[in-house]
Nanobody, 122 residues
Framework: QVRLVESGGGLVQAGGSLRLSCAAS????????MGWFRQAPGKERKFVAA????????TYVDSVKGRFTISRDNAKSTVWLQMNSLKPEDTAIYYC???????????????WGQGTQVTVSS
């Protein structure tokens, strides 16, 4: 079973930046597409960003385009989410997840981390 561990969350002011990391225990990490999702209190979990196995293709939800960047280093079995120009509405628990293919749908992601809290103050 793939184990995913997120880190890098915290409290920042609006306009600030955070860089989230997701470390995978699985040696076949490079075969998976990876995604970031977020869940605000009382809300459903939503797609944020995803990257294919090679890092050549990425996709983002419209609300974070131009502000967030997803990247990966397969040699380090790690995926990152660089978040700039943060807004209070970005406040949520952020989860990384692994999928067989590059998609945005939650059911396609078989492995999930436990999440890291991101809080953006106004």
């Amino acid at each position: 079973q793939v184990r995913l561990v997120e880190s890098g969350g915290g409290l920042v002011q609006a306009g600030g930046s955070l860089r989230l990391s997701c470390a995978a225990s699985e040696r076949t990490f490079s075969t998976y597409a990876m995604g970031w999702f977020r869940q605000a209190p009382g809300k459903e979990r939503k797609f944020v960003a995803a990257i294919n196995w090679s890092g050549e293709s990425t996709t983002y939800v419209d609300s974070v385009k131009g502000r967030f960047t997803i990247s990966r280093d397969n040699a380090k079995s790690t995926v990152w989410l660089q978040m700039n120009s943060l807004k209070p509405e970005d406040t949520a628990i952020y989860y990384c997840a692994a999928s067989q293919v590059l998609v945005t749908d939650i059911p396609a992601y078989a492995y999930w981390g436990q999440g890291t809290q991101v809080t953006v103050s106004s």
